[in-house]
């Protein structure tokens, strides 16, 4: 939004317009999955669908607040850059079984399942400073969670 006057500013999306040496945004993500089936017969059918997955988000972006203050008198100022680095890694299971089964004309569909997952996340938010802010080093906060969770569906 331009403070000037309040309407949202045209950008080249293809521009970078962080620093160049400091900013960086780089993310990745694996995940392998495996599925298996099998007919017992025409009427009843077991699959199992296992699925490992890590994501990775690794970030430092200048703050833009103390830009929008300081732009008016024709200088870009910026403040400390937040940073982050989150490593997610999960591990899910899932057990269906499922099928069709007729009384009389009327045919009926049915199907119930079980999944596990477990996540693992990897946090680190930093608040990081550059050497316009001398004397001040980077604060990290780490943190680590694990989420298992079982649902089962009929």
Known sequence: M?????????????????????????TSTDIATLLLEHDF????????????????????????????KTQLCGVVMRGPARGRNL?????????DIFGAFATGPTGHNYSAGLDLQL?????????????????MFAIVAPGRSAELAANVRF
Do not use: W
């Not at 996340?121 to 001398?134: I, K, N």
């Open 2 to 26: 331009s403070a000037i006057t309040g309407k949202p500013v045209k950008v080249d999306r293809g521009n970078f317009y962080g620093f160049a040496k400091r900013d960086l945004r780089k």
């Open 41 to 68: 017969n025409d009427h009843l059918s077991l699959r199992n669908t296992t699925r490992q997955g890590c994501s990775m988000q690794d970030y430092i972006l200048s703050s833009d607040k103390e830009a929008i």
């Open 87 to 95: 490593v997610n890694t999960s591990l899910i299971n899932q057990a």
């Open 119 to 135: 996540n693992l996340l990897h946090l680190t938010d930093e608040t990081c400073y550059d050497a316009s802010h001398v004397g």
